[in-house]
Nanobody
Framework: QVQLVESGGGSVQSGGSLRLSCAASGDTTRRYCMAWFRQAPGKEREGVARINSVDIIKYADSVKGRFTISRDNAKNTLYLQMDMLKPEDTAMYYC?????????????????????WGQGTQVTVSS
């Protein structure tokens, strides 16, 4: 059983930056598909960024050029660097992981059936 704990959320002004972390325990996630999702009040959850087991990355169009996903295998931690933040980025951000997704399935925006989810960290961007 894998546990995921997010941190790094907070309140920033438009144009600011935040770095989210997702610390994994219970297993080594080096070969896992991992992703960041977000959900704003009244909206559906959406995938923000994904990284598969060979470190190929996919971003949602809404964050391309502003967000960067990365992983530190030595620390068993996933990151999301968020720059040029906008008010529409305000949401609860969740980390997700799955050991069994194929390389292609991992990068598919429709793939949401991850085995493991964190509790989330709130990001609020004011204008």
């Amino acid at each position: 059983q894998v546990q995921l704990v997010e941190s790094g959320g907070g309140s920033v002004q438009s144009g600011g930056s935040l770095r989210l972390s997702c610390a994994a325990s219970g297993d080594t996630t080096r070969r896992y598909c991992m992703a960041w999702f977000r959900q704003a009040p009244g909206k559906e959850r959406e995938g923000v960024a994904r990284i598969n087991s060979v470190d190929i990355i996919k971003y949602a169009d809404s964050v391309k050029g502003r967000f960067t996903i990365s992983r530190d295998n030595a620390k068993n931690t996933l990151y999301l660097q968020m720059d040029m933040l906008k008010p529409e980025d305000t949401a609860m951000y969740y980390c997700a992981a799955d050991p069994n997704f194929s390389l292609v399935y991992c990068l598919n925006q429709a793939s949401t059936d991850f085995d493991y989810w964190g509790q989330g960290t709130q990001v609020t961007v004011s204008s």
